[in-house]
C-alpha cells in the first residue's frame, strides 16, 4: 500500500482560482468529475447548491447510443439551465461514430463536449472505450481530431494517469 506525506500547511494561495476551457472561464476551479451511475442532473444540482463548484458534467454516455442514427436522445444527456457550464461526456473508440455523436450532443447546447479515456470498468475496456484507449494513442489522437473537426464546442479528454502502474504514459497522452 502506497502513502503518501502531504503538507497540510501550504494554504495553496498559488493555485488558480480559475481555468480557462475555450473561451468559457471555469471559476470556481472545480470541476465535478463524470461519473457513471452518478451524475445525473438531480446531483449536479445538489452539488451546485452547495457551492465550490464550476463545472459540472454528465454521466459518461456511449457515443453509439446517441448518433444520429439513435432512436430517441439518451436520457444522460438531460440537464437543466441552472446545470450550467455543462460537459457532456462521450465514450467511444471510432473516430467517427464519436464525432457523430458529439455532433448530436452540440445540438443540445453544453458548454463542452468531454471524451472519456479514463474509465477503467472491464465493461467499457472491453468494448474499446475508456481507459484501454492510453494503450493506443495514436488511435486517442485521431478519436480526439475528429472530435475536434465536427463540433464547434471546446472539447476536453479525461484520461488517467497511465493503463496500470506500470504503464505511466500521462506525459504522452497530454
Known amino acids: 500500500m502506497r502513502t503518501h506525506d502531504y503538507d497540510d500547511t501550504n494554504n495553496y494561495s498559488d493555485v488558480a482560482s480559475s481555468y480557462r476551457v475555450g473561451a468559457l472561464t ?21 452539488v451546485l447548491s452547495l457551492g465550490g463548484c464550476g463545472l459540472v458534467s454528465s454521466e459518461m454516455t ?14 444522460l444527456l438531460d440537464y437543466l439551465p441552472e446545470e450550467r457550464p455543462i460537459a457532456m461526456q462521450l465514450s467511444g473508440s471510432e473516430p467517427d461514430l464519436v464525432a457523430r455523436a458529439a455532433q448530436t450532443v452540440e445540438e443540445l447546447a453544453p458548454d463542452v463536449i468531454d471524451i472519456n479515456c479514463g474509465c477503467p470498468s ?8 475508456g481507459s484501454s484507449l492510453l494503450r493506443d494513442l495514436p488511435k486517442m489522437g485521431r478519436l480526439l481530431q475528429a472530435v475536434r473537426n465536427a463540433v464547434q464546442l471546446p472539447v476536453t479528454l479525461k484520461f488517467r494517469a497511465g493503463w496500470d502502474e506500470t504503464s505511466l504514459n500521462f506525459l504522452d497522452t497530454a
Not at 472491464?122 to 472505450?129: F, R
Open 62 to 75: 456511449n457515443a453509439a447510443s446517441v448518433s444520429p442514427l439513435a432512436r430517441k436522445r439518451h436520457k
Open 26 to 46: 471555469i471559476s470556481p476551479n472545480i470541476t465535478l468529475a463524470p461519473m457513471a451511475g452518478v451524475t445525473d442532473s438531480v446531483f449536479r444540482r445538489l
Open 122 to 129: 472491464p465493461k467499457v475496456t472491453g468494448g474499446g472505450h
